[in-house]
């Protein structure tokens, strides 16, 4: 398992790497299970990680959601393994436009209730656009209200990585989770940049309550300094805690 800088993402070329765990994935999951931390990413960066993956769903079946390399061939597959949820971004594309087809045929194999569209996006001539294959080609589809409305419709989630800060822990895109916290409709996880508590309530205030958020390279757990897993644990259960 590692932790990356996601826009170092270059298709021939190895990504700037924050951590690289000693322990398996299986361990890791297995680890959330015990805390009670359901809604895990299993994010499948390359070939040959099946095996790796597939051990961390083992470990908390029902309780991770898969991505990476998931379309409509392989999406049961994932489900059938122990995933809760599969997410999907590339496959939903064809030469940068959104297809309604092919979201289509994922609900067919796996239901709308198991389905997170990923949204990651970077901010683009003042438009924060989806990024698809790997973060390297940016879609035609806009991350505003409009948009996230009408996917609503179709998914259980939204996953949206701000790539511009991802990995970097520097913080949050303020601009990007304004945006969400106005429009999101359904539960909707943030990501990227976080590496305080301080981060954590600016998500929870900018994004109006709205979002849940992730956080990777900043945590102790995955080699960061800046954050401690127990803290996190803490917070997440908490009573009337609002989103996580």
Same mark, same amino acid.
Request: proline share 5%; charged share 25%.
């Given at each position: ?36 931390? @359901? ?145 999101? @409709? ?59």
């Amino acid at each position: 398992m590692v932790q990356i800088v996601g826009a170092t993402l270059r298709d021939g070329e190895k990504p700037v790497t924050n951590f690289v765990a000693g322990r398996s994935a299986g361990a890791f999951a297995a680890e959330f299970a015990r805390d009670g931390l @359901p809604g895990g990413h299993v994010i499948l960066l390359g070939p040959d990680n099946e095996t790796a993956a597939k051990d961390a769903l083992a470990h908390f079946p029902g309780g991770l959601h898969v991505g990476g390399g998931v379309e409509a061939s392989n999406a049961r597959g994932w489900i059938d393994a122990g995933a809760s949820h599969v997410i999907a971004t590339s496959f939903l594309f064809e030469q940068g436009r959104f297809s309604r087809a092919r979201l289509d045929q994922l609900c067919a194999s796996v239901g709308r209730e198991r389905l997170v569209i990923d949204l990651s996006c970077r901010a683009l001539d003042g438009r924060y656009r989806v990024m698809s294959q790997r973060w390297q080609t940016a879609t035609e589809l806009e991350v505003n209200e409009p948009t996230l409305r009408a996917l609503a419709e179709c998914c259980a989630e939204f996953l949206i990585h701000a790539v511009a800060v991802e990995g970097l822990k520097q913080g949050p895109d303020p601009e990007l989770l304004r945006r969400l916290g106005d429009s999101v @409709p359904i539960p909707t996880t943030y990501a990227g940049g976080i590496r305080s508590l301080d981060d954590i309530e600016s998500v929870r205030r900018l994004g109006q309550g709205r979002l849940d958020f992730t956080v990777g390279s900043a945590l102790d757990l995955f080699g960061g300094t800046q954050l401690r897993y127990r803290d996190l644990v803490a917070l997440s259960n908490a009573p009337a805690s609002g989103p996580r």
